[in-house]
């Protein structure tokens, strides 16, 4: 895990990774990185929208994985302009997006639940309150974790 989120990190933007020591998980790695990288790349996006240009390294991704309930849960917390309430639900439907239509698809969160589900987990949003970002939350089986 630590390696695929390492590969998620985006230039310009502090990304902090604290998931507790070596895990390891199985899946499905290529479509797991996509994932990640989805999720990130909406991160910086959201964070490009909320600071003013040249402003991006107040920008923030925090993320953090924990056993918890059975499940590993990795959430990914950012400090963009956060989801529009009324779209929390449905940003992982595809073809939703509240950015340029020319430019995206709105298929990354689509993709991302697509490929979560398969590995028998869930995907959900939450916004951090006062207009400060968003989280994005995993939860995979536990059972298909190894810590070592
Ligand atoms: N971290 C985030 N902060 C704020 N809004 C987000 C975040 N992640 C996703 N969103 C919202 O969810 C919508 C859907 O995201 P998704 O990745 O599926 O599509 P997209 O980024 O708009 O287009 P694509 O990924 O296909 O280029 C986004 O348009 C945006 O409104
Ligand atoms: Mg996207």
């Known amino acids: ?5 390492d590969e998620a990190k985006r230039p310009k933007v502090k990304t902090h990774i604290n998931i507790g020591g070596d895990v390891f998980l199985e899946c499905d790695k290529s479509l797991m990185a996509e ?6 790349d909406n991160a910086v996006q959201a964070i490009r929208a909320k600071h ?5 390294e107040k920008g923030e991704i ?7 309930k059975g499940r590993y849960k990795i959430s990914f917390k950012d400090n963009g302009t956060g989801v529009p309430p009324n779209k929390l639900e449905n940003i ?3 073809g939703v997006t509240t950015k340029n239509k020319e430019f995206n698809s709105g298929l990354g969160l689509a993709n991302c639940k697509k490929v979560i589900t398969k590995h028998g987990g869930n995907i959900y949003a939450e916004n ?3 207009g400060d970002g ?8 536990y059972k298909i974790i190894s810590i070592k």
């Open 1 to 5: 895990m630590a390696d695929l989120l």
């Open 35 to 40: 994932v990640f990288k989805d999720i990130t």
């Open 52 to 56: 003013a240009p040249g402003e991006t």
């Open 62 to 68: 925090v993320i953090s994985g924990a056993q918890e």
């Open 92 to 94: 992982f439907d595809p």
């Open 128 to 130: 951090n309150g006062d």
């Open 134 to 141: 968003a989280t994005i939350i995993i939860e995979l089986p």
